[in-house]
Nanobody, 118 residues
Framework: QVQLVESGGGLVQAGGSLRLSCAAS????????MGWYRQAPGKQRDVVAS???????NYADSVKGRFTIARDNVKNTVYLQMNSLKPEDTAVYYC????????????WGQGTQVTVSS
């Protein structure tokens, strides 16, 4: 069973930066992709950024140029560097992992709160 442990959330002023980390563990598995989603109060969970096993990245339009996703394949860890944070970035951020082996499955972290004050 794959487990995802997130860290790095917190409170920051607008214009500041935070770095989120998500480490995957739990037996032998292969990763198709990893990514970050966020959910603000009263809103649906939306994708923020994703990175494939080959290193290809995708970003939500709202974070392009400000957020960077990176992946350490040896440590099975994905990072989200968030710069120039805005109050509208305030949300619970969730790590997501899609595995290929031993089965195709989508795993979620427990979520980490990011709060950006104006």
């Amino acid at each position: 069973q794959v487990q995802l442990v997130e860290s790095g959330g917190g409170l920051v002023q607008a214009g500041g930066s935070l770095r989120l980390s998500c480490a995957a563990s739990g037996g032998f598995f292969t990763i198709n992709s990893m990514g970050w989603y966020r959910q603000a109060p009263g809103k649906q969970r939306d994708v923020v950024a994703s990175i494939s096993s080959g290193g290809g990245t995708n970003y939500a339009d709202s974070v392009k140029g400000r957020f960077t996703i990176a992946r350490d394949n040896v440590k099975n860890t994905v990072y989200l560097q968030m710069n120039s944070l805005k109050p509208e970035d305030t949300a619970v951020y969730y790590c997501n992992l899609i595995s290929d082996f031993p089965r195709k499955y989508s795993y979620w972290g427990q979520g980490t709160q990011v709060t950006v004050s104006s």
